[in-house]
C-alpha cells in the first residue's frame, strides 16, 4: 500500500508522520531524505553548488538551507532549479526504502510538495493534513519567529488549501487538540491498513 502523505507549512504533517510511524506505517520522509542527499560529500550537493555558487555553503562546508531557501522561494525558476537537482536524488533514496517493505506493509511518502510535483496519481492514497491558512500564519509566526510577510510568502509558493483536498483520499483536519489528531491518525492508518490487506 503505497500512501502519500502532504499538508501545507505548519499544518502538523510533520506530526502526523512520526504518529503513523509509531502505529506501524514505514514513513519515507521525503524531508529528511532532501537532507541527506545534500549533505558534504555528496554528489547532490556538489549539483546544488555547482547551480548555485559555493557561497550556498556555510563555513563547515554543508548547504546553507537558509541562503537557498532565501534563493529558491522568492524565484520560481530558482526553485525549479534546485527541485531538478533534489527531487530526482530523493526518489531514488525514497524507492531504496520502500522497497524494502513486505507485503501488507502501509508505506508512506511524507512530501511536502506532493501537490506541487504532481505526484498524487502514484500512490494508492493521498493522505492531506489540513488547517486553515490563518492557522498556519498564526503557528509560524508564534512557533518560528517569522513575520506574517514571511509565512504568507511561504504559503502563497505551495499549493493552495483547495488544489491539496483535491487530492486527497483522506483529510487529517489538524485544528483540534493532540488527542483529537491521534484519535484521526488512527482511524485513517486503520483504514489503509485494511485497505492493505485486502
Given at each position: 500500500?503505497?500512501?502519500?502523505?502532504?499538508?501545507?507549512?505548519?499544518?502538523?504533517?510533520?506530526?502526523?508522520?512520526?504518529?503513523?510511524?509509531?502505529?506501524?506505517?514505514?514513513?519515507?520522509?521525503?524531508?529528511?531524505?532532501?537532507?541527506?542527499?545534500?549533505?558534504?560529500?555528496?554528489?547532490?550537493?556538489?549539483?546544488?553548488?555547482?547551480?548555485?555558487?559555493?557561497?550556498?555553503?556555510?563555513?563547515?562546508?554543508?548547504?546553507?538551507?537558509?541562503?537557498?531557501?532565501?534563493?529558491?522561494?522568492?524565484?520560481?525558476?530558482?526553485?525549479?532549479?534546485?527541485?531538478?537537482?533534489?527531487?530526482?536524488?530523493?526518489?531514488?533514496?525514497?524507492?531504496?526504502?520502500?522497497?524494502?517493505?513486505?507485503?501488507?506493509?502501509?508505506?508512506v511518502h511524507d512530501i511536502p510538495l506532493l501537490v506541487e510535483t504532481g505526484q498524487q496519481?502514484?500512490?494508492?492514497?493521498?493522505?492531506?493534513?489540513?488547517?486553515?491558512?490563518?492557522?498556519?500564519?498564526?503557528?509560524?509566526?508564534r512557533d518560528r519567529g517569522w513575520t506574517e510577510a514571511e509565512a504568507r510568502a511561504r504559503?502563497?509558493?505551495?499549493?493552495?488549501?483547495?488544489?491539496?483536498?483535491?487530492?486527497?483520499?483522506?483529510?487529517?483536519?489538524?485544528?483540534?487538540?493532540?488527542?483529537?489528531?491521534?484519535?484521526?491518525?488512527?482511524?485513517?492508518?486503520?483504514?489503509?491498513?485494511?485497505?492493505?490487506?485486502?
Open positions: 500500500m503505497r500512501v502519500g502523505l502532504t499538508g501545507g507549512i505548519a499544518s502538523g504533517k510533520s506530526t502526523v508522520s512520526a504518529m503513523l510511524r509509531e502505529l506501524g506505517a514505514i514513513v519515507v520522509d521525503a524531508d529528511l531524505l532532501a537532507r541527506e542527499v545534500v549533505r558534504p560529500g555528496t554528489p547532490g550537493l556538489a549539483q546544488v553548488v555547482a547551480a548555485f555558487g559555493p557561497e550556498i555553503l556555510t563555513a563547515d562546508g554543508e548547504m546553507d538551507r537558509a541562503k537557498v531557501g532565501a534563493i529558491v522561494f522568492a524565484d520560481p525558476e530558482q526553485r525549479q532549479r534546485l527541485e531538478a537537482v533534489i527531487w530526482p536524488l530523493v526518489h531514488e533514496a525514497g524507492q531504496a526504502l520502500a522497497a524494502a517493505a513486505g507485503p501488507g506493509d502501509v508505506v496519481s502514484s500512490f494508492d492514497a493521498v493522505v492531506v493534513v489540513d488547517v486553515p491558512v490563518e492557522v498556519q500564519v498564526e503557528r509560524m509566526v504559503i502563497a509558493a505551495q499549493a493552495t488549501r483547495e488544489q491539496r483536498l483535491a487530492a486527497a483520499t483522506y483529510v487529517i483536519e489538524n485544528t483540534g487538540t493532540r488527542e483529537d489528531l491521534r484519535r484521526r491518525v488512527a482511524e485513517v492508518f486503520d483504514r489503509l491498513a485494511e485497505r492493505s490487506r485486502s
